[in-house]
């Protein structure tokens, strides 16, 4: 049982994790891993025995929070208030520090708070006995900044799977009700986590797309191809 092994200590945490991520990255194991459902399970399990808390998170201009600064609990932590007061944005400020975008799929330049010239994003983590302070700022209409513990991240795909997050809101219903194209952006985002070689033909595939549909147009408006 998976779940009751979480009462072990943290030396036993860690001997888990290094062994189900062996069973990733070390080849000579067994050929199951080429199984991407082996893989899958494997890298969970190790996730299970690593654990990745955040601590604190500081939100600038993000949404509708003018400046707010929270303190998290190492356990649960629960935002209580009136609708529209901002608690998924709260969440969403987790998930863009995790994964560089927001859960919506909203452009980055409408996460700036109206009328604001910038936004700042900040939360400090913890993994095992590490901590890393990751902020995300991005003045208005112009590109994000990614840094983690001080060192700029120039390639936002590296970030990437460093501090998983699996966000669940209200507006998840959709991937029921509407089309498959929501619950493929929603398993495209969690997989892209879990396998780099995902992630980057996921990038290769999203920019040979946008290219074909691009030449298609082109074909369109000039009436010929060639």
């Not at 994003?121 to 890393?132: A, I, K, L, P, Y």
């Not at 509407?178 to 495209?188: A, F, K, M």
Request: hydrophobic fraction near 35%; include cysteine.
């Amino acid at each position: 049982d998976i779940f009751s092994r979480r009462r072990y200590t943290d030396k036993k945490h860690r001997r888990y994790t290094e062994y189900y991520i062996s069973r990733i990255y070390d080849s000579s194991t067994s050929e199951k891993l080429n199984d991407p459902p082996t893989i899958f399970i494997a890298y969970l399990r190790a996730v299970m025995y690593t654990p990745l808390q955040i601590l604190s998170l500081k939100l600038a201009h993000f949404k509708n929070y003018d400046a707010q600064t929270l303190s998290l609990s190492p356990a649960l932590n629960c935002f209580v208030g009136l609708n529209g007061m901002g608690k998924t944005n709260v969440l969403d400020a987790i998930h863009f520090l995790c994964l560089t975008k927001s859960h919506r799929g909203i452009p980055d330049k409408n996460l700036v708070q109206h009328g604001a010239e910038f936004l700042r994003v900040e939360g400090q983590f913890t993994t095992g006995s590490q901590q890393h302070k990751v902020v995300i700022k991005m003045p208005a209409e112009k590109r994000k900044e990614l840094e983690v513990n001080g060192t700029t991240i120039s390639r936002l795909a590296d970030h990437i799977g460093k501090f998983p997050a699996v966000m669940i809101a209200p507006d998840d219903v959709e991937l029921v009700q509407e089309g498959s194209e929501e619950r493929r952006r929603y398993l495209d985002t969690t997989l892209s986590q879990i396998s780099l070689d995902y992630l980057h033909n996921l990038v290769l595939f999203n920019a040979l797309l946008k290219q074909r549909n691009a030449l298609l147009k082109t074909f369109a408006e000039q009436r010929r191809f060639e």
